[in-house]
Nanobody, 120 residues
Framework: VQLQASGGGLVQAGGSLRLSCAASGSIGNINTWAWYRQAPGNERELVATIYYSALTNYADSVKGRFTISRENAKNAVYLQMNSLEPGDTGVYYC???????????????WGQGTLVTVSS
């Protein structure tokens, strides 16, 4: 199983980016998707979560600006980021709580990260 994140880049403050992450391989179910980010010198922090029910949660710092969504048929998750600020700069990682086909064990899987840089 692999998670591939994409969509990062350089954007000016106030701009928008849309991150994507797709899971591939023998995937049975994906329960929860999440996006994390890590700024230079900082610990990785949770940005947004979406459950199988489509219930979402956001870090206070991104509420009203970011939207997480998922497309179950494609085993994919997205993060629409609007009104970006320099403080949003960092490497963004997707994370999935998933089961492989034929397995009853839930696994915590990570994408490789995609860099978002917001200039002032």
């Amino acid at each position: 199983v692999q998670l591939q994140a994409s969509g990062g880049g350089l954007v000016q403050a106030g701009g928008s980016l849309r991150l994507s992450c797709a899971a591939s391989g023998s995937i049975g179910n994906i329960n929860t998707w999440a996006w994390y980010r890590q700024a230079p010198g900082n610990e990785r922090e949770l940005v947004a979560t979406i459950y199988y029910s489509a219930l979402t949660n956001y870090a206070d710092s991104v509420k009203g600006r970011f939207t997480i969504s998922r497309e179950n048929a494609k085993n994919a998750v997205y993060l629409q980021m609007n009104s970006l600020e320099p403080g949003d700069t960092g490497v963004y990682y997707c994370n999935a709580d998933l089961r492989r086909t034929g397995s009853s064990r839930w696994e915590d899987s990570w994408g490789q990260g995609t860099l978002v840089t917001v200039s002032s």
